[in-house]
């Protein structure tokens, strides 16, 4: 594939067709004989939107039922910080080698992205719990109604 390949009229129309039909980034890159970041910009500067469909699924999905976790399973934030603190410890020493400090970088990064999901999936499990507690009472509501 060329590193840059201008972009042609017909190329910009079967971006877009792509995009309304919605196919993934990768579908389109490669209709296109693109790069999908090459799509991705020229997406973005078109305003164009590729939102992919996929079918409904046959239950909802839900964060306790797609995700197989219980909370004894997960390390707490407090790990996660105390791992990343260890790290940056370990980072400030004089004399690593570049496979340690790329193993120590590894480690933070990871530690901070747990962070982040664990953070949103304690968010999602709670505004699940609402969810279901409102249909429970909107079912209830609805049952006596009728």
Known sequence: MPK?????K?????LQQL???GKSWQVIA???GRSVEAVQKKANRLGVDVVVQTPPPTSPPTT???????SKELISVQKAL????AALQKAAE??????EIQRLNTVATLARTYENLFARFMQYREIEKRVVEL???YARLAEEKS
């Not at 105390?82 to 603190?85: G, K, P, R």
Request: glycine share 2%.
């Open 30 to 32: 490669a209709e296109l």
């Open 82 to 85: 105390e791992l990343l603190s």
């Open 94 to 99: 004089e004399g690593l080698d570049n496979i």
């Open 19 to 21: 995009a309304k039909e």
């Open 10 to 14: 017909k190329d910009v129309q079967q």
């Open 135 to 137: 249909e429970a009472k």
């Open 4 to 8: 840059w390949r201008k972009w042609k």
């Open 64 to 70: 306790t039922t797609t995700v197989k976790l219980d």
